[in-house]
């Protein structure tokens, strides 16, 4: 595709369940970015990868949360035991080079805990 | 810690019409990015304009341009001959040059009224 696809577009999860949220990034971008964005708020840095090498997961908020990219393309953002408060929409973003200046974003995926 | 805040959580403005929408930022670094971003009701963050911190002149692209005001600390969006379609959440960023992560504002919510 043209662009950052992210997958699925929405998902409701029981508390307690383990979710996998997809990026397809643009072919051939190296860098891939992820960001949480809670309900009416700005959106916060979760972590990073230059090609499958996670750079920095700084952001990513407990152990419950981790992100990969085995082959330096897709990447999976996993979230174990879901709590609540994880409710928000999780952007991703890939840029060509190394830098965060040329990124370009997915929709997101809304995730709903109840 | 930089910080990014925008100051006015709605605006609203007639077709035709300018608006300007506000933000600063604090940090101690010199070479920088400053960035606005326009979020319609799809979710997808979409770039708007970009500065970068060592050109005096301000951006322009199209309708936006930005005020870009270094010492203060300061960097607004202006948005001319305004259109229905320019209806959405707007959100400053910041990141270092070399940086990894952006750091955005809380949003400013536009409205425009035909």
């Known amino acids: 595709g043209a662009g950052v696809s992210q997958s699925p577009r929405y998902k409701v999860a029981k508390r307690g369940q383990d979710v996998a949220l997809r990026c397809d990034p643009i072919?051939?971008?190296?860098?891939l970015f992820w960001y949480q964005q809670a309900l009416g708020q700005g959106p916060e840095f979760l972590t990073y990868?230059?090609?499958?090498?996670?750079?920095?997961k700084s952001g990513l908020p407990s152990d419950r949360f981790f992100a990969e990219r085995p082959e330096g393309s897709v990447s999976t953002l996993k979230i174990q035991r879901t709590q609540q408060e994880d409710s928000a929409v999780y952007l991703c973003?890939?840029?060509?080079?190394?830098?965060?200046?040329?990124?370009?974003f997915g929709q997101g995926t809304r995730l709903t805990v109840v | 810690a930089q910080t990014v805040t925008q100051s006015q959580p709605e605006m609203s403005v007639q077709e035709a019409e300018t608006v300007t929408l506000s933000c600063t930022y604090d940090?101690?670094?010199?070479?920088?990015?400053l960035f606005w971003y326009k979020q319609p009701p799809s979710r997808q963050m979409i770039l708007v304009i970009r500065?970068?911190?060592?050109?005096?002149q301000n951006a322009t692209e199209n309708r936006f341009s930005v005020n870009f005001q270094k010492a203060a600390k300061s960097f607004s969006l202006k948005i001319s001959d305004s259109q229905l379609g320019d209806a959405a959440m707007y959100f400053c960023?910041?990141?270092?040059?070399?940086?990894?992560?952006?750091?955005f504002g809380e949003g400013t919510q536009l409205t425009v009224n035909p």
């Open positions: 973003a890939s840029s060509p080079d190394l830098l965060h200046t040329e990124a370009f």
């Open positions: 072919s051939g971008h190296v860098s």
């Open positions: 990868f230059q090609n499958e090498a996670q750079l920095d």
């Open positions: 940090t101690s670094e010199s070479d920088y990015y």
């Open positions: 500065q970068e911190a060592y050109k005096q």
């Open positions: 960023a910041y990141i270092e040059t070399s940086g990894s992560r952006l750091t």
